[in-house]
């Protein structure tokens, strides 16, 4: 966001009515999806003309790669994909009980390969960590999300609820100023969306490529002046866990597409 799109932005939620107050119905939530126009819709709909998708086929090929000194495949393990993975991405950030604490899909790839492969882990955004995010995701493509089911995750989402509604940086916005009071608006010609992470990771024509629901999080605070989380902060994981149980019920769309 340039620094007139971020002055625009304090300018317009400063001055926007709020149009709800508090939490979205949950019979009220919507995607994303329904925001954008028929042409990005169409791209999305179209698993050929969906350039997610190049990462999906190469998160394929990682599946059945053996690799780290293990010598194992995640196929190794897991097996065929299409069974073993239908419906994990949808209750994902879960909890972990070694850690005690909840662990991203990303997070429990990299702690797979750590702990079973014997494989370095690879780097946030890494077009391979990304890769095999996309596919195990893209299995639970339909399926409605159940994050933050589990009562251990409990205090986990009411902090990544707090940090939702919370304002920082110099802009003084916080999430809930965008995705709660003001979805259905525009902002740099832009929709403003609720916020729900029904696609990630997701392709974003700006990025030109795919990217984690982190990194958008990420830009949403650097927009705002504030000091952004770094990859796997707790914080971030804590909002991640929030958002996807407040997209409870929705179906998951990976990988989507977004302006």
């Known amino acids: 966001?340039?620094?007139?799109?971020?002055?625009?932005?304090?300018?317009?939620?400063?001055?926007?009515?709020?149009?709800?107050?508090?939490e979205i119905p949950p019979d009220a939530r919507r995607s994303g999806y329904s925001f954008m126009g028929p042409d990005t819709r169409a791209?999305?709909?179209?698993?050929?003309?969906?350039?997610?998708?190049l990462f999906v086929l190469d998160g394929e090929a990682l599946w059945t790669k053996k690799t780290g000194s293990a010598d194992k495949a995640c196929a190794d393990c897991h097996g065929d994909a299409r069974g073993s993975m239908k419906g994990v991405a949808a209750r994902y950030p879960a909890f972990d009980k070694a850690l005690a604490r909840p662990v991203t899909l990303d997070q429990r790839i990299n702690l797979c390969r750590s702990n079973h492969q014997?494989?370095?882990?690879?780097?946030?955004?890494?077009?391979?960590?990304?890769?095999?995010?996309?596919?195990?995701?893209?299995?639970?493509?339909?399926?409605?999300?159940?994050?933050?089911?589990?009562?251990?995750?409990?205090?986990?989402?009411?902090?990544?609820r707090d940090l939702f509604m919370q304002r920082e940086g110099q802009l003084n916005l916080?999430?809930?100023?965008?995705?709660?009071?003001?979805?259905?608006?525009?902002?740099?010609?832009a929709p403003i969306t609720q916020g729900q992470p029904t696609g990630y990771?997701?392709?974003?024509?700006?990025?030109?490529?795919?990217?984690?629901?982190?990194?958008?999080?990420?830009?949403c605070m650097t927009g705002v002046r504030a000091q952004a989380y770094d990859f796997g902060a707790p914080e971030l994981v804590a909002l991640e866990l929030y958002l996807m149980s407040r997209a409870h019920g929705l179906p998951m769309e990976t990988p989507a597409v977004r302006p």
């Open 174 to 189: 916080a999430c809930t100023n965008c995705h709660h009071d003001n979805f259905n608006n525009r902002l740099a010609g």
């Open 43 to 53: 791209m999305q709909d179209d698993d050929t003309s969906n350039p997610g998708m």
């Open 118 to 160: 014997q494989a370095p882990a690879l780097p946030y955004e890494s077009r391979d960590l990304l890769a095999l995010s996309a596919f195990v995701a893209h299995q639970s493509r339909g399926i409605t999300i159940t994050a933050g089911d589990d009562p251990q995750l409990k205090p986990f989402v009411e902090q990544g």
């Open 1 to 22: 966001m340039s620094v007139w799109r971020a002055i625009s932005a304090a300018a317009f939620l400063a001055t926007a009515p709020a149009l709800l107050a508090g």
């Open 201 to 219: 990771p997701l392709y974003r024509l700006e990025w030109q490529t795919l990217g984690s629901l982190e990194r958008r999080l990420r830009s």
